[in-house]
């Protein structure tokens, strides 16, 4: 089946660094990622629709200059969040959607961020 | 904005049982509906799926239902084991240019006693 892998699974970092999170199509092309968030115990919540060559779109109330997507190519996706606060401690989560055919979508293993 | 949302956020059965997770949703512009299992730490595993021109569809050991009317989703998983616990999420996405953005649900944390 088609995979995708998110990198890293896991990082630490401290207030007020950039953190760069990639997502990666391993056995397919994906012109569309999207990038979700989730706290403890909760829910994903879209942030952003990923779109190869084009700028994201973003969900409302997510802040564009702090969560920076960046799709260059049809198999990477990247989610930067600049000058990190404790707040933006979150599991991160990327899907990808197959293009051509039948249209599936592909989930990352997540992004566990920590925040200092 | 519109939402999915879950009658029951937890769930307890015992190993053999069959387990019934339900699900609400309200965008009556979805049509196409997934359930997904996540364990601790992990990413959604897609479990199934359901387009709105259907109203059941099985799997191995899973069923999703599907009634528009009352825009209500559910899984059922039959004889279900202790590597079914986890916390089950109903997912929502529209066709179009809208695919693959989804709306998920609060989800249903599942705990199987041996």
């Known amino acids: 089946g088609a995979v995708v892998s998110q990198h890293p699974s896991r990082v630490i970092c401290k207030s007020g660094t950039s953190v760069k999170i990639e997502c990666r199509s391993l056995d397919f092309q994906a012109t569309t990622m999207f990038w979700y968030r989730q706290f403890p115990k909760q829910s994903l919540m879209l942030m952003a629709t990923s779109n190869e060559g084009s700028k994201a779109t973003y969900e409302q109330g997510v802040e564009k200059d702090k969560f920076l997507i960046n799709h260059a190519s049809l198999t990477l996706s990247t989610l930067t969040v600049t000058s990190a606060h404790p707040e933006d401690s979150s599991f991160y989560i990327c899907?990808?959607?197959?293009?051509?055919?039948?249209?599936?979508?592909?989930f990352g293993s997540g992004t566990q961020l920590s925040v200092l | 904005g519109e939402s999915v949302g879950l009658h029951l956020p937890t769930l307890s059965v015992q190993e053999g049982d069959n387990s019934i997770i339900n699900c609400a949703y309200s965008?009556?512009?979805?049509?196409?509906f997934i359930w997904y299992k996540q364990e601790s730490g992990k990413g959604p595993q897609f479990i199934i799926d359901i387009r709105s021109n259907m109203d059941k569809r099985q799997g191995q050991r899973v069923t999703v239902l599907l009634n528009k009317t009352v825009k209500h989703l559910s899984l059922q998983i039959a004889a279900t084991q202790p590597g079914d616990s986890a916390v089950y999420f109903c997912a929502e996405t529209a066709g179009g240019t809208s695919y693959g953005k989804l709306t998920f649900g609060q989800g249903t944390i599942l705990t199987v006693h041996p």
């Open positions: 965008n009556s512009a979805s049509d196409y």
């Open positions: 899907s990808a959607k197959r293009a051509g055919g039948h249209e599936k979508l592909f």
